[in-house]
């Protein structure tokens, strides 16, 4: 598994990332940087060819390969012909059966529960449930497990970020569902359409694509680039995940970007953001699993009682509204304290 030092991390950049997304989704090449999104449709090992596009170059293209563990997609950067995954591009993303990199760098896997909820990150005002979708394997001890929706609550609000069922994939539907303070969001299928609730005006949720990829951001507290993806065909074969004709197990490849926790945050990603956080998983496996699924288990999707639970812990508002220079994250969200 691929490792990111948080200084490699830092050098991409949350921006780039960003336009990766967009791109990605939409399987065009990189413009700037002479960069490409490479889509390998379902053949791992793709092979391809990169060539230095910048003006008066005289450096000689390349042959490269997409790496193996990539599942779909991978980022290559011309001429040199380095290749990068997509889901490891930079610590807080969360693909597939839930790969996690932490904001140390390192990756690992988070198995949970199929049909259950998971703390993510919990923290004085931010508070991130995980709902998980999967199947059983039999030959297994565990389930497959994906992602399917995001509960996120903030201030007094609860935001929903969920991959919606559908039997038959179709790439063009969008099947992405919002809903914010348990009303629908409905966003218009075009690249750029941007949403922002007057209750929260420092929230926006904005189109990458036209279907099933947006970035969600709560200004100086956090950015998540959702990703609606199905199991595939040729996911199951390889994997024998065993997927039926009735359910193509849309679920969420993610990215996640936050701003001033505190100290005190924890949760299955958040615990990788402590400064006393010890990785005391073996990251020289082929997959590092982290356990303890019990003590991150939550009674519902905005639900708070997680074993880890920080969400309003008064000292730890203070805390971060010191460091933050405000009085909380009410006070970024709320318009009737702008």
Known sequence: MARWSASTAAVLGAGLLLCVMALAASAQPLQPGNMQVITMEGKRNSKFTCADARKNSNRPGCTATCPNRCPKKCLV?????????????????????????????????????????????????????????????????????????LGVRFAHHHLYIGAARTARWDAAADHLALAFDDEDVALPAAAGTRWSPPTAPALSVTRTAHANTVVVELRGVFRIMANVVP????????????????????????????????????????QTYRTDYVNRLNVTAKMPVMGGADTFLSSGLFETDCAVARFGRAGATASAAAGAGTTGIAMVTDSKYL
Request: net charge negative; glycine share 10%.
């Open 77 to 149: 950067l011309c001429p040199t012909c380095k290749t990068f995954c997509l889901c490891d591009f930079y610590p807080g993303v969360s693909c597939g059966d839930p790969r996690f990199t932490g904001a140390d760098g390192n990756n690992f896997y988070f198995h949970g529960k199929k049909d259950r909820d998971f703390c993510i990150l919990s923290d004085a005002g931010l508070h991130i449930n995980a709902h998980f979708i999967g199947k059983r394997n039999p030959t297994m001890s565990r389930d497959f497990t994906w992602i399917q929706a």
């Open 231 to 270: 199991i595939t065909a040729e996911d199951s074969r390889v994997h024998g995940y065993g997927v039926t004709d009735d359910d193509s197990l849309a679920h969420l490849d993610l990215g996640f970007k936050f701003y001033d926790l505190t100290d005190d945050v924890h949760g299955v990603l958040g």
